[in-house]
C-alpha cells in the first residue's frame, strides 16, 4: 500500500531527519520523500494521528506464539497481528512449541505460516535436540533454512562441555548461541525470589546464585572457545556486573532484560496472583535498578517483553504448581517510559536486530519503509481490553502506562492500533 504519514516526529539518531516533525511519502514499500507538506495527487492513502512518532520498527528478540501445538495458546497467525499492533516489526520466534523448533522443516514451517504479514518472523532453532540438553540439534542445516541464533528457551544447559561444543561449532557459520542462566540444583523447588518477600509468604525461594554461577561459568567457557553467546532476560544485579566485566575484557557477549524485570519486583508477589510467575522470578528493588542502570550504560544490550502466552488451565492454579511466563507486547512500551528516557527505550527495541545480524534501516530517502509509529504524552492504565493475545496472562493488569505503540508500517503494509 502507498502511504503518506503526517506531521510525524522522527526519533532515529541515524537519520538526517532525527527530531523533525515531517511528512513521509512510501511508495511500493520504499521511502520517497521526506518533508514538509508533501502533496498528495490522490495515489496515496494517508495516515495522521496527534503526537505521532516515528521509529525505526521496533524487534523483540524473544517471543513465544505455542504453534505448532500449543495454538490453544497462541497461533502465530494472531501472535503477529498482537506484535504488529504493539509496535514490532519483527519477532524472533523461541523454539518451546511441539514438536521443538530442532530441524529444518520445522524452521521452513514457521517461516511459511508467517509469509505476508506486516510483521517478520526470524525463528530460533534448539540449541539441543528436543531442548533436552544432551545432543545439539542440528544447528547447520537450520542456520541454511533460516534460524537466526540457536538456543532452549527458559533451560540452562548443565552440559558445560555441550555449551564448549556448541559456541566452537556455530564459529563455522558465524552462529549465535543463546545460553539462558539458571543452575536447576540451586534453584531446586523455588518458585519465587529468595528474600524477604518469600520468607515472608512462605514460597521456595530462588537465590540471585542460581542464575550468576551459570552466567560465571558460560563467561569463563565464552573466554575459551571464542564464537558469540547471548545471554537472555538477566535479573540481578551481580550479573550485569560479571557481564559488564566480561565485555571490558572484549568477549563477544550480549545481554537483555525483560520489561518486567525493569518495572516490577517480587513485593507484586503478595496476593499469590500466578501472573507474576515468570523466569527468572521477580526480584528486588535494588536488583531493578541495577537492571536500569546497565540498560543506561549499555551493558544490557536489548530490551525484551519475554512474550510467554500460557493458557488459563496451568495459570489459575497455585502458585507452586502454575506454569512461569507472561505475555508483555501489547504492554511493552507504555510500561517502558515510566521507567527509561524514550531515546534509550528506541535503542534498546531496535537493537536486537544487530545482535541477530538483521539489516535495518535508517528512516531516510530510499530506503525500506520500517516504521514504529507511536505516541508519547498520554497517561492511561493497562487493562483487558488492551490485551489482543488469545492468552491474557499479563503482568500488567492494572498497571500505569504512559505512552502508546499506535501500530507498524512494514512489508508494504500498514496496521493501526484500535485499541
Keep these: 500500500m502507498n502511504l503518506i504519514i503526517r506531521k510525524a516526529k522522527i526519533v532515529d539518531p541515524q537519520s538526517p531527519y532525527h527530531h523533525q516533525t515531517v511528512d513521509v511519502k512510501i511508495t511500493k514499500g520504499i521511502i520517497e520523500e521526506i518533508g514538509v507538506s508533501i502533496p498528495n495527487s490522490d495515489t496515496h492513502q494517508e495516515f495522521q494521528h496527534d503526537g505521532l512518532h516515528l521509529s525505526q520498527g521496533w524487534f523483540d528478540t524473544s517471543v513465544s506464539l505455542g504453534e505448532p501445538g500449543f495454538e490453544d495458546r497462541e497461533t502465530i497467525a494472531n501472535g503477529l497481528d498482537v ?30 505460516k508467517a509469509a505476508n504479514f506486516a510483521t517478520e518472523l526470524f525463528p530460533i532453532g534448539a540449541l539441543t535436540k528436543n531442548s533436552e540438553g544432551k545432543d545439539l540439534a542440528e544447528l547447520f542445516d537450520m542456520k541454511n533454512a533460516g534460524a537466526v541464533a540457536f538456543g532452549d528457551y527458559g533451560k540452562s544447559l548443565a552440559n558445560a562441555n555441550l555449551l564448549k561444543i556448541g559456541l566452537q561449532y556455530t ?10 542462566a539458571q543452575d536447576d540444583n540451586i534453584k531446586g523447588n523455588g518458585v519465587a525470589n529468595e528474600g524477604i518477600v518469600s520468607t515472608r509468604l512462605g514460597l521456595k525461594g530462588i537465590p540471585n546464585l542460581a542464575e550468576e554461577l551459570i552466567i560465571a561459568r558460560n563467561l569463563f567457557l565464552l573466554e575459551y572457545t571464542g564464537g558469540k553467546l547471548h545471554i537472555p532476560t538477566i535479573s540481578t544485579a ?50 531493578r535498578k541495577a537492571l536500569i542502570a546497565g540498560v543506561l550504560d549499555n551493558t544490557i544490550d536489548c530490551i525484551t517483553a519475554d512474550h510467554n502466552p500460557i493458557d488459563i488451565e496451568h495459570k489459575k492454579m497455585e502458585f507452586d504448581l502454575a506454569k512461569n511466563g507472561a505475555i508483555g507486547l501489547e504492554s511493552a512500551f507504555g510500561a517502558l517510559l515510566t521507567v527509561l528516557p524514550l531515546e534509550k527505550i528506541i535503542e534498546k527495541l531496535t537493537f536486537g ?3 541477530l545480524n538483521i539489516e535495518s534501516q535508517e528512516i531516510k530517502e530510499n530506503n525500506k519503509a520500517n516504521f514504529t509509529l507511536f505516541q508519547i504524552d498520554n497517561n492511561w492504565t493497562f487493562g483487558k481490553e488492551n490485551i489482543a493475545s488469545k492468552s491474557k496472562n499479563s503482568a500488567f493488569l492494572g498497571q500505569a502506562m504512559k505512552g502508546k505503540a499506535l501500530g507498524i508500517y512494514n512489508q508494504g503494509k500498514l496496521v493501526v492500533n484500535h485499541g
Design 171 to 180: 564459529q563455522d557459520f558465524d552462529g549465535l548461541v543463546i545460553a539462558f
Design 83 to 112: 506484535a504488529a499492533k504493539s509496535g514490532f516489526t519483527g519477532i524472533a520466534l523461541q523454539p518451546n512449541s511441539n514438536p521443538i523448533i530442532d530441524n529444518q522443516s520445522q524452521v521452513h514451517f514457521v517461516k511459511q
Design 353 to 355: 536486530k544487530s545482535i
Design 238 to 287: 551481580q550479573s550485569v556486573a560479571l557481564i559488564k566485566e566480561a565485555k571490558a575484557k572484549g568477549l563477544n557477549v550480549t545481554c537483555s532484560v525483560t520489561v518486567h524485570h525493569l518495572v516490577l519486583t517480587d513485593e507484586k508477589l503478595d496476593g499469590f496472583d500466578t501472573r507474576y510467575k515468570v523466569s527468572p522470578p521477580l526480584r528486588t528493588e535494588a536488583d
